[in-house]
């Protein structure tokens, strides 16, 4: 379980690990740097919400993993930077499964592809698949989302190729994502309770 933590504090996010949270999620750059240095307690960042290829060194100064990496530009950039750090960085692929517009990730039939291009580079480890249920009341509407998520993680499986994380199911919809097959789930409100409004 990853705990989603926007707009939460450094003190609510070392609660939280205190509580056994090993994984946090943030999404944004500039606010996982600002809050990062005040949390005490050791534990792995990973980036969430959209990369912008201009926030990719100071994205790799604060996350561990990048789990929205969607085009083979923004793994390119990732790439370099972390041969520059002499690292190496673990990525997964976000994928829009719901077809939303407004949703970043890869059209589900060109995500095998890009996993695989992604693979290819020799600074970056592409450790899963992460994807964003289509947004609804009834949890069920996102179920086929992540069926899809996990139809892809099967067809790169079918190349030769591992990858061991389906990153999927929020606090309204982790049930149904877990049944599919989730690995990962990213958890906010179901930890902290409604988040204040920004
Ligand atoms: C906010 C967020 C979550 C957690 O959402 P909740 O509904 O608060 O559980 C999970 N994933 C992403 C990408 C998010 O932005």
Do not use: Y
Not at 75 to 93: S, T
Not at 184 to 191: A, E, K, L, Y
């Amino acid at each position: 379980m990853i705990a989603a933590t926007k707009q939460r504090t450094s003190s609510e996010i070392d609660e939280a690990i205190r509580a056994g949270i090993a994984v946090v999620g943030e999404n944004r750059v500039q606010e996982a740097q600002e809050k990062k240095p005040s949390v005490t307690l050791p534990a792995s960042w990973h980036l969430i919400g959209h990369l912008q290829t201009n926030k990719v060194k100071r994205a790799l100064d604060v996350f561990d993993v990048i789990q929205s990496v969607d085009s083979l530009r923004l793994a390119i950039d990732i790439d370099q930077r972390a041969q520059a750090a002499g690292r190496k960085v673990d990525v997964m692929i976000e994928v829009n499964t719901s077809g939303e517009a407004s949703k970043s990730g890869v059209p589900p039939e060109s995500a095998c592809e890009l996993v695989l291009r992604v693979s290819a580079l020799p600074n970056v480890c592409v450790t899963g698949l992460m994807t964003i249920g289509l947004f609804a009341e009834d949890p069920d509407l996102g179920r086929p989302c992540f069926a899809r998520l996990r139809d892809v993680r099967d067809e790169v499986v079918r190349t030769g190729t591992s990858i061991a994380h389906l990153s999927m199911g929020m606090s309204h919809d982790f049930e149904a994502a877990i049944e599919e097959g989730s690995t990962m789930v990213r958890i906010g409100t179901g930890i902290f309770g409604p988040r204040p409004h920004a």
